[in-house]
């Protein structure tokens, strides 16, 4: 495969040069200008008619204990993989010791189990692939620094999902989190103080506006009244009035409130608001009122 380049001429004849696989050469004499062993191209080599991609391997991923690297006995299908007899058996107890040997220490099976758990609350909660990453690596983090000792592995596999949610500024509440977790409430919270408490990690307040979007779908609004929410938030946000409360309950309340000052807009109910949030209807009024007071 060759490629034109433009940045240079031929120092013999002037010619432009055309950049191969592996040399730079001279369209008009010949002439080899300069030469790249490293071949940079795909590794992929095939006699069939198209590249066979299956030979280049899975990528490397955190989300495994062994970063993807070691191999699988596969189960296979079709009619060229169909066993029967004495070598099935013989495929079944070498597929047995072929996975003792990938996880052989006490460690590492917590690494598989923790990592497994991670994926599958990721995947309930609709969170992309660079979350479930992070949080592997937050958890592996976590048992080489001695936190899982006398902790639920299913306590923190959904710290680190809830813990990197917080730092990436995905909107998820502690409540969604244990909804589709193994863990409770009491031992997702205790493993998230350890991780803070001794990983020190970077999060900060939870910014209301960031459940304004998701609460406005659930609750049928139209970005109109999402971004006058979005507002009030922000007036909240400037005026210190937001410290100490929920900041779900303050999102929903400010879609509330939005909601209700023209009567084009689709009206919502306390009730509806705090039920999307998951607090109570007081938590609603007083948050309204406060945003009453800011108008003034």
């Not at 490293?38 to 899975?58: K, L, Q, S, V």
């Not at 070691?70 to 060229?80: A, L, P, V, W």
């Not at 009491?186 to 803070?196: C, G, R, T």
Request: glycine share 8%.
């Amino acid at each position: 495969m060759a490629v034109d380049d433009s940045n240079g001429c031929c120092s013999e004849c002037g010619g432009r040069l055309r950049t191969t696989e592996t040399e730079r050469i001279c369209e008009e004499c010949g002439l080899v200008s300069g030469e790249d062993a490293i071949d940079r191209g795909p590794e992929w080599r095939t006699f069939d008619d198209g590249p066979d991609r299956r030979r280049t391997g899975a990528p490397l991923t955190r989300s495994r204990h062994d970063r993807g690297l070691s191999t699988e006995i596969g189960y296979g299908t079709g009619s060229r993989s169909r066993l029967t007899g004495r070598k099935r058996r013989q495929i079944a107890r070498l597929r047995r010791e072929h996975n003792r040997a990938r996880i052989s220490t006490k460690a590492d099976r917590n690494q598989v189990y923790g990592f497994t758990e991670i994926k599958r609350v990721n995947a309930l909660l609709s969170l992309p692939d660079s979350v479930r990453e992070q949080a592997c690596s937050l958890f592996k983090s976590a048992q080489s620094e001695g936190l899982l000792q006398g902790r639920s592995i299913e306590g923190f596999a959904a710290a680190t999902v809830y813990a990197t949610c917080r730092i990436n500024s995905f909107a998820r509440t502690i409540d969604e989190i244990v909804a589709v977790a193994r863990a409770d409430d009491a031992e997702l919270k205790a493993a998230y103080d350890a991780l803070n408490r001794d990983l020190e990690l970077p999060t900060g307040p939870i910014d209301p506006t960031q459940y304004l979007p998701r609460f406005a779908t659930k609750l049928d609004l139209e970005t109109t009244v999402e971004n006058r929410a979005r507002e009030h938030a922000t007036t909240l946000l400037e005026n210190g009035t937001v410290g100490g409360r929920n900041p779900s309950g303050v999102a929903a309340a400010c879609l509330y409130k939005a909601a209700a000052e023209r009567e084009e807009w689709p009206s919502v109910t306390q009730v509806d608001a705090a039920d999307v949030a998951d607090v109570a209807p007081a938590t609603i009024r007083s948050t309204a009122l406060d945003i009453d007071e800011q108008g003034r």
